[in-house]
């Protein structure tokens, strides 16, 4: 399984950026998807997720109401639709697939690259 970004870049504050990621290989096995985010020093975050087949999605509090996370299965692709960004949510974001469902945040099998984000004040 690979995982391969189209990816945003540099935004002031308040702008948006869509991250998006395509998986290749063997999908047919994936039981959700996300996108996690690292920041100068700071340890790994989980963001976002969401159900490979089905779209129930489930989001860090301090992106709820502003980032989007959504899939296009015919595409293998997950997106990341990021409105109303802040210079705190400048960071290194990578999509991540699994294929265990105990938890949300923790157990993805598959990493695709790191993109810088950069959100500018």
């Known amino acids: 399984v690979q995982l391969q970004g189209v990816w945003g870049g540099l935004v002031q504050a308040g702008g948006s950026l869509r991250l998006s990621c395509a998986a290749s290989?063997?999908?047919?096995?994936?039981?959700?998807m996300a996108w996690f985010r690292q920041a100068p020093g700071k340890e790994r975050e989980f963001v976002a997720a969401?159900?490979?087949?089905?779209?129930?999605?489930y989001y860090t509090d301090s992106v709820k109401g502003r980032f989007t996370i959504s899939t296009d299965i015919a595409k293998n692709t997950v997106y990341l639709q990021m409105n109303s960004l802040k210079p705190e949510d400048t960071a290194v974001y990578y999509c991540?697939?699994?294929?265990?469902?105990?938890?949300?945040?923790?157990?993805?099998?598959?990493w695709g690259q790191g993109t810088q984000v950069t959100v500018s004040s």
């Open positions: 969401i159900r490979w087949s089905v779209g129930i999605r």
């Open positions: 290989g063997r999908t047919f096995n994936f039981w959700k």
């Open positions: 991540a697939a699994g294929t265990e469902s105990s938890s949300w945040t923790n157990s993805y099998d598959y």
